[in-house]
C-alpha cells in the first residue's frame, strides 16, 4: 500500500497512475494442492463462502488498466470476497 501510495506521489504528475490489487484466498494449482479440511476453513473465513478464481482478479486488473479506471489512483483494490486481511 505504501508503495502504491508513494509511486503516486512521484509518477501523478507525468499521467501516469499506480494502483495495485490485493487478492484473497484464490483458487490455484498452489492453493487446490492444500488438504481439503485446510481448503474448507479457508473457504470459512470468507463471507462468500468461496475462493476467489483467477479471471475475477484478471477483470479487476483489466478495470485498472481502462480507460473505465481514469480518474484513479494511489488505490489498493481488495478482491477478497469480503474477508478481511
Same mark, same amino acid.
Given at each position: 500500500? =505504501?508503495?502504491?501510495?508513494?509511486? +503516486? ?6 499521467? !501516469?497512475? @499506480?494502483? @495495485? !490489487?490485493?487478492?484473497? *484466498? !484464490? ?10 479440511? !485446510? ?20 477483470? #479487476?486488473?483489466? *478495470? &485498472?488498466?481502462?480507460? &473505465? ?6 488505490? #489498493? &483494490?481488495? #478482491? +477478497? =470476497?469480503?474477508? &478481511?486481511?
Amino acid at each position: 500500500m =505504501g508503495l502504491t501510495k508513494a509511486a +503516486t506521489e512521484e509518477l501523478a504528475k507525468d499521467g !501516469i497512475r @499506480a494502483n @495495485a !490489487i490485493q487478492p484473497g *484466498f !484464490i483458487a490455484t494449482d498452489m492453493t487446490r494442492a492444500m488438504p481439503e479440511h !485446510i481448503w474448507e476453513a479457508k473457504s470459512a473465513e470468507i463471507p462468500m463462502r468461496r475462493a476467489g478464481e483467477p479471471a475475477e482478479i484478471a477483470k #479487476v486488473a483489466l *478495470f &485498472l488498466a481502462s480507460d &473505465l479506471s481514469s480518474y484513479m489512483t494511489g488505490t #489498493v &483494490l481488495e #478482491v +477478497t =470476497g469480503g474477508r &478481511l486481511m
